[in-house]
């Protein structure tokens, strides 16, 4: 996105796109990101570079994968003519996108090696103004140098190759066949017609110049000027042999303003390149028209309430009389109000019959700039929007193609031919504004005569392609500085994981040199050596308990020379010691303690009770004290 640091006001300056990049002359392509390929030669276009010359087959390309392998064109390869009828000077065009309800497109070449992005704008032939042969409606046909216009059906339209942003601006259609003409080779009941005029990009082609409000018009068979469709008296009809002068006047454009990101101002273009009929292009999604410019044709008066209007009779069931109710006085909930509709404050268009003035047709003309989004329209957007997944997005902003076009509408077999200049039939005056304002010439010598005002629209198509390759390039800048921070931020992440995975080694080989050492030391007291693998080293209920306290259950005390629990010589042995057993450990710690100090004691084995093992449970159950204390398991 292109975003100016002006203020939202219209100066007459410099060119803001051709400013942004320093006006460059043709794309240039970035060396400094090397690849592992070789460059491929680059291969001119087979297109024709003149009308006349004979076309070359399409080239067919060699891989639909590396696009390392394809030629670099900086010519489209199209369009392949295909004669319309034989003898015929009007030709179909074939191998090219046409636009259809919805996409246009614009022919795209490879880049260089090097290049951040894939493809970049490229021109077809004749690079000169001249009607689009993208931009038109199938059922015209052309002439190879693009001037000539040919009907052949009902009212279809062409729109030319570059759009009018600001300026003044005049060019000349001549009309070969029209007025109402009959051509003698068909029997159709209605004549040759055409309507010439200016229109916007969202103007359907299917349809005449002033069928909304998106296109202005005049017609030949009235001289009647019509926009939305409601034809107004103007000036004089005309028809064949008649020189029409088109002239338009816009303001300078409008810079966005920096601190406003969705001011419709913006530079920004939303396409994707693809590969069509053999030829790379770029789809682009084309801008919708809006509830509030279709309101406008709404022009009937009647009110949008249908509580007054008669429903369909239906058959009412026997014996029942069908109810009746008032008129309904509650409006549709949540209806969103309509938008305000910008204009292009001291706009104007004129037309000139043969170098003679009609006079201003249209004043004040629509903006031809998108109208602002709505919240809810951007977070409806933003929902779509998944990432990774490139797709077509509606473009809220200017993508340098909006504009007011010179559009052409014939109908039937009329046929028209245009004249961009610089050389004109009927050259208008110098100052074409002070003429429709009515400002009387000013009395002074020839060679003193007022520079000229408008330019011709021959000179249009080079300052348009050098604003598509400054557009060009600011996006193969941003796409580089997207690329050298996607590269940063994986870096970072990189190195993020491989700090989270150092730190989880340390914390593992903290925790095997903790139990290490317990183990160490555990098998340090029993005077075996240490063995992190020893399965006695097995962490358990004696790790639970700290070091050196193993568990009690684990390890039991040893009493030398007798077998506890046994009978002999007819009496019962207690496993209880004696006090005088115990004397020599009084006051220290628990016989069950840790094998480790076990084994420092030496405990003498107890005297055996005598009390018959017939008469020993006499000392459990009596209550008697006796001097053998009581086993407490």
């Known amino acids: 996105m292109l975003a100016e640091d002006s203020a939202d006001s219209?100066?007459?300056?410099?060119?803001?796109?051709?400013?942004?990049?320093?006006?460059?002359?043709?794309?240039?392509?970035?060396?400094n990101r090397k690849r592992k390929r070789a460059a491929p030669p680059t291969a001119s276009s087979p297109a024709p570079s003149d009308p006349g010359s004979t076309t070359n087959p399409p080239e067919v390309l060699s891989s639909r994968v590396d696009l390392s392998s394809r030629p670099q064109l900086s010519i489209s390869r199209g369009p392949t003519f295909v004669s319309a009828s034989e003898g015929s000077e009007y030709f179909k065009t074939d191998l090219i996108g046409v636009n259809r309800v919805g996409f246009r497109y614009v022919p795209a070449g490879i880049n260089p090696p090097g290049c951040a992005l894939p493809c970049r704008t490229i021109e077809s032939n004749p690079t000169t103004y001249r009607v689009s042969w993208e931009d038109r409606s199938p059922f015209v046909t052309v002439t190879k140098?693009?001037?000539?216009?040919?009907?052949?059906t009902g009212f279809r339209s062409a729109r030319c190759n570059a759009p009018m942003a600001e300026g003044k601006w005049y060019m000349e259609v001549k009309i070969l066949r029209g007025g109402g003409e009959h051509h003698s080779e068909n029997n159709r009941r209605e004549g040759s017609h055409v309507r010439l005029g200016w229109g916007r990009r969202e103007a359907p082609l299917n349809g005449p110049v002033g069928l909304d409000g998106y296109s202005y018009g005049y017609r030949d068979k009235t001289g009647?000027?019509?926009?939305?469709?409601?034809?107004?008296?103007?000036?004089?009809p005309f028809g064949t042999g008649d020189v029409i002068g088109m002239y338009i006047s816009l303001p300078p454009r409008r810079s966005a303003s920096a601190k406003d990101p969705h001011d419709p101002a913006h530079l920004k273009r939303e396409r994707i390149p693809i590969e069509l009929k053999g030829q790379e292009m770029f789809e682009i999604l084309e801008y919708p028209q809006s509830k509030e410019m279709t309101a406008l044709m709404d022009y009937s008066g009647k009110s949008t309430s249908s509580a007054s209007v008669p429903s369909a009779p239906k058959k009412a069931s026997a014996g029942k009389i069908p109810e009746r109710s008032g008129p309904s006085t509650t409006s549709k909930p949540n209806v969103i109000p309509l938008r305000p509709l910008p204009v292009l404050q001291g706009s104007r268009i004129a037309f000139f019959l043969n170098g003679e003035s009609q006079g201003v047709a249209y004043q004040d003309l629509y903006d031809y700039l998108q109208l602002r989004q709505t919240e809810t329209q951007r977070k409806k957007e933003k929902k779509r929007t998944r990432e990774g997944v490139k797709e077509h997005r509606e473009n809220p902003f200017n993508d340098g193609w909006l504009g007011y076009y010179p559009f052409i509408s014939?109908?039937?077999?009329?046929?028209?031919?245009?004249?961009?200049?610089p050389d004109f039939e009927f050259p208008p005056p110098n100052d074409i504004d002070a003429l429709l304002d009515g400002t009387p010439p000013?009395?002074?010598e020839e060679d003193t005569k007022p520079a000229r005002t408008w330019r011709p629209a021959s000179e249009r198509y080079a300052e348009f392609m050098a604003e598509q390759w400054a557009l060009d390039a600011i996006e193969e800048a941003e796409a580089k500085e997207d690329a050298i921070r996607l590269a940063a931020n994986e870096k970072a992440e990189a190195a993020k994981k491989a700090e989270r995975e150092k730190k989880k080694q340390a914390a593992e080989a903290r925790k095997r040199a903790k139990l290490a050492a317990v183990v160490e030391a555990q098998q340090a007291l029993r005077g075996t050596p240490a063995s992190v693998d020893d399965e006695r080293s097995t962490p358990g209920l004696s790790t639970l308990m700290g070091p050196g306290q193993p568990s009690p259950l684990r390890h039991g005390t040893t009493y030398q020379g007798h077998v506890y629990g046994s009978v002999e010589n007819g009496y019962s042995y207690s496993p209880a010691p004696t006090p005088a057993s115990v004397g020599e450990v009084q006051g220290g710690q628990s016989e069950y303690n840790s094998e480790m100090e076990t084994e420092n004691i030496v405990v003498e084995a107890p005297t055996p009770s005598p009390v018959p093992a017939s008469e020993a449970w006499k000392h459990e159950t009596n209550g008697s004290e006796s001097s053998y204390p009581r086993y407490q398991a």
């Open 224 to 236: 009647d000027k019509v926009t939305l469709s409601r034809p107004r008296p103007y000036g004089r």
């Open 10 to 31: 219209r100066e007459p300056s410099a060119n803001p796109i051709l400013a942004a990049v320093g006006a460059p002359a043709a794309p240039s392509g970035p060396q």
């Open 410 to 421: 014939v109908f039937n077999d009329a046929i028209v031919r245009m004249n961009p200049g």
């Open 442 to 444: 000013s009395c002074v």
């Open 145 to 152: 140098d693009g001037l000539g216009i040919h009907g052949t």
